[in-house]
């Protein structure tokens, strides 16, 4: 068998570096590694002797399989698919034998650019790991007769001959924490793939490509290990020292972080966390990434099969590179360096060859990659690395994105026992919703936060929720039965016969005073010495705001109108807004619903808006102020507001203020519009205290606003300077912090000067050890989720606001949240 090949041009054109295309399936080589050009002339020529053994049936792509086993693919122009074979002529059929420089396919040009991005044709080796490419064409070329590729066998070389250029040799000492696990891999990769050279990594006798991450992570490399570089090409010296400070670079591991543990109490023999949503369930744990989704054994043919793992992979690298966005837009370095790997990861050359080798033996495109995969994490989990093993978790999860991808979610979808405590490293807020609530008893994961979106869709949902529990969160088996009491931040992976009756005793107790708090929850909350409170609750739609009144919610106390926002391709129209908003007054069977402008931008983002990159976005344009920076989306929103019926019901709540020129800019525009709508009548519009500088310029906010209202999530991460998405830092982001409660008394203060009330619409309202702390601050209004009216209207009426005022008072000279709650717990046991 010949091991090398020659490749002549198959078009008249110049030549262009595959990276160069527009087409991100081949520009990330997930075809294969090659070469582009641009044709000038209309005939494809065989640009090697082989057999043709794919034709599309579009006419549009073929591959030669060449005599060395070399696989041609050749794709003309992009998006050409589309064309449905218009503009291109077969000479040839699928199983031809051909010469070099035969004609193959016939194109008309003019016709086809036309209707296409480009007709930028590439040529890519399908299975070229295989091979090494000694020599690249440039320049212009003429069809059939310049030199195109160059091919050689890989094991028939070595890396002088393979690159075409000197070989260099280097040691380096790998420094990186836990040696070489993923996201050092992925910067290894990235030094490496900077170069034309090819790079190698040898180690215990192994070598593998500086190019593939679970090549690299397959040697086993541990921290302080001495390693082997071997580069060749014409730029290899360069691409051995880039490659040499990149495996010597420190870098954490970053798992766990044991910070995020220490302000837990630990318990032997439990799972210790952070209690995102209150409550007690008994369930069998559900890995949502333990489930294997059933996959069809065989595929149509192999350029189908291809053509499904490249969308996929599309797909997945699109959603990957978003999330890499977000996380740098929050600042959150550590969480874009994971993501980074795990893109590194859908784009590892070892991987992709060993799936296209799967489809080629008549796999489908989905079970080759999972055998890849599969593949991989049995070499990574019999390494007796810890770390490495780890890494599995990785690998699994662009599996399960793939697969989705490919199959749709349904085909993922995990069975659910009757009582399912999801577990996993951290969910996102579409893995719970779309799963039925009425077999989710709880949720235990290994990171998260007790702000986070999770955290409030749970509490909403009325689900147990244990977050920021660590790695012993993600040694629970699949269907293993526990017991969450995420009120008390435990979980027992292993209950004993009796801890199981004397759990579901208390589950049944707490049932009962449910329904008995549910029985009064239409009454208002008076406490003993006659102060009325006013609980509403947080909606997102008509649906919340009908639950909300079944609960016997007093009032809206924040609509979240992002949510209308979201999930779509454009901003919703003033009519849409309008009938969201009066939906939600109608279900409200005459209450009144305080209802805020859009609150995008941090950790909220819609793609239409394009907002700009920030190195921390949460101190950057969001709320209002991306309210001012786009006028007109915000115009439309405070006109859909002011259409709504009674307007005398409707409570216009403003997000982020800092000082009280935007409050006025703000309502001058709202009496502006109005005037030209020919409204009279104005809602009242309040401030939601959410910045520092609100809380302490209350009294200025309050001579112009008719309510404040605190949003005490964003409130406690501003005061705190510690971002509430941070899951090592999950434990410490405690709103009965002291220096937050003398902002809130500040606030009230403020607002009483012009005889305004205060309200609180954050997690703190839902607190019961809050609950007490903010009547005796003089809070007048507390809003939490739907199912919590009841438990917070019980709490209240048997309280006395004289009593707690004197002990809040107090509560401002201690110096931690850990001494607030301890002396809340003497002074309310049962808070």
Not at 264 to 290: W, Y
Not at 299 to 323: K, P, T, Y
Not at 415 to 421: D, K, M, T, V, Y
Not at 548 to 573: K, N, S
Request: net charge negative; with cysteine; charged share 20%.
């Amino acid at each position: 068998m010949t091991t090398t090949l020659e490749l002549l041009a198959p078009f008249s054109g110049p030549a262009v570096p595959l990276e160069q295309v527009p087409d991100p399936v081949f520009a990330g080589l997930m075809m294969g590694d090659g070469l582009a050009i641009e044709p000038l002339s209309s005939t494809l020529l065989a640009p090697c002797s082989g057999v043709v053994s794919q034709l599309a049936r579009t006419s549009h792509a073929l591959t030669l399989t060449a005599d060395n086993g070399a696989e041609v693919l050749i794709h003309i122009g992009i998006d050409t698919v589309k064309l449905e074979g218009r503009g291109f002529t077969p000479l040839v059929r699928q199983g031809d034998r051909v010469a070099q420089g035969q004609p193959l396919i016939e194109v008309d040009l003019d016709a086809v650019a036309r209707q296409v991005p480009s007709l930028q044709t590439m040529l890519v080796i399908a299975n070229s790991e295989q091979f090494a490419f000694p020599r690249r064409a440039e320049g212009l070329l003429a069809a059939g007769r310049s030199h195109f590729l160059t091919l050689a066998a890989r094991g028939d070389v070595s890396l002088r001959e393979s690159a075409g250029g000197p070989e260099c040799r280097g040691e380096a000492v790998v420094r990186h924490e836990g040696g070489l696990h993923a996201r050092p891999s992925a910067l290894v990769q990235q030094a490496a793939k900077a170069f034309a050279a090819e790079v190698a990594i040898e180690f215990g006798g192994q070598r593998a490509n500086a190019r593939s991450v679970v090549a690299l992570m397959g040697l086993g490399v541990a921290e302080s290990d001495r390693v082997a570089v071997i580069a060749g090409g014409a730029d290899a010296a360069a691409a051995l020292e880039a490659v040499s400070q990149a495996l010597q670079t420190y870098s954490a591991a970053g798992h766990a972080p044991a910070a995020a543990m220490a302000a837990v109490v630990e318990v032997e023999g439990r799972i210790a966390g952070v209690a995102a949503a209150p409550g007690l369930a008994i369930g069998q744990a559900v890995r949502l990434d333990a489930f294997d989704m059933p996959l069809p054994e065989r595929g149509q043919d192999a350029e189908a099969e291809r053509s499904l793992l490249a969308a996929a992979q599309l797909q997945v690298r699109g959603a990957i590179q978003r999330g890499i966005d977000a996380a740098l837009r929050r600042g959150a370095t550590a969480e874009s360096d994971i993501f980074a790997a795990h893109l590194a990861l859908l784009d590892d050359p070892e991987l992709q060859a060993a799936a296209e080798r799967g489809i080629d033996a008549g796999l489908s495109a989905g079970l080759a990659i999972r055998q890849s995969i599969r593949a991989q994490c049995a070499v990574l989990s019999g390494l007796g690395n810890q770390l490495l093993a780890e890494r599995v978790a990785d690998l699994k999860d662009i599996e399960r994105q793939l697969l989705r991808a490919l199959y749709g979610d349904a085909g993922a979808a995990p069975e659910l026992f009757a009582a399912s405590i999801l577990v996993a490293d951290d969910l996102a807020p579409s893995e719970l919703t779309r799963l039925p609530r009425e077999r989710v008893a709880g949720i235990l994961t290994a990171a998260g936060g007790a702000s986070g979106h999770v955290a409030i869709l749970a509490r909403a949902m009325g689900i147990p929720a244990l977050v920021a529990c660590g790695p012993a969160a993600l040694a629970l088996r699949h269907g293993q039965q526990l017991i969450l009491d995420a009120s008390a931040g435990l979980a027992n992976p292993q209950p004993d016969a009796a801890e199981l009756a004397a759990a579901r005793a208390e589950i049944e107790q707490l049932a009962a005073r449910q329904r008995a708090m549910q029985a009064s929850a239409n009454a208002p909350a008076i406490t003993r010495d006659g102060v009325a409170i006013e609980v509403a609750v947080n909606i997102a739609n008509a649906d919340d705001a009908r639950e909300g009144v079944a609960h016997g919610a007093d009032a809206v106390g924040l609509l979240r109108t992002e949510f209308l926002f979201i999930d779509r391709r454009q901003a919703p129209t003033e009519s849409e807004q309008t009938e969201a908003y009066q939906a939600v007054l109608d279900a409200l069977d005459g209450r009144n619903a305080i209802i805020r402008t859009l609150d995008v931008g941090g950790d909220k983002d819609v793609p239409y808006l394009q907002l700009p990159p920030e190195p921390n976005p949460a101190l950057g344009l969001r709320g209002i102020r991306t309210g001012f920076a786009y006028p007109e989306m915000l115009d439309t929103q405070l006109r859909a507001l002011l259409a709504v019926k009674p307007l005398s019901r409707l409570r216009i709540l403003v997000p982020m203020i800092a000082d009280v020129g935007e409050l006025i800019r703000l309502r001058e525009r709202i009496e502006q519009l109005a005037a030209g709508m020919g409204v009279a009548e104005l809602p009242q519009l309040g401030v939601m205290v959410e910045v520092p500088s609100a809380a302490l310029l209350a009294d200025q906010l309050a001579r112009h606003a008719d309510f404040l209202s605190i949003g005490s999530n964003d409130l406690t991460q501003y005061t705190l300077a510690m971002d509430r998405c941070n899951a090592t830092l999950a434990a410490r982001i405690d709103s009965l912090h002291p220096g937050l409660l003398r902002l809130i008394a500040i606030t009230v203060e403020g607002a009483r000067k012009h005889g305004k009330w205060v309200g609180v619409c954050g997690a703190m309202a839902s607190d019961p050890q809050a609950v007490p702390v903010l009547l005796g601050l003089g809070v007048a209004e507390l809003s939490v989720s739907p199912r919590l009216v009841p438990e917070v209207k019980n709490q209240l009426r048997g309280l006395s606001q004289q009593q707690c005022k004197i002990e809040a008072e107090r509560l401002l000279s201690l110096s931690s949240a850990q001494a607030v709650r301890g002396r809340v717990v003497e002074l309310w046991p049962a808070a």
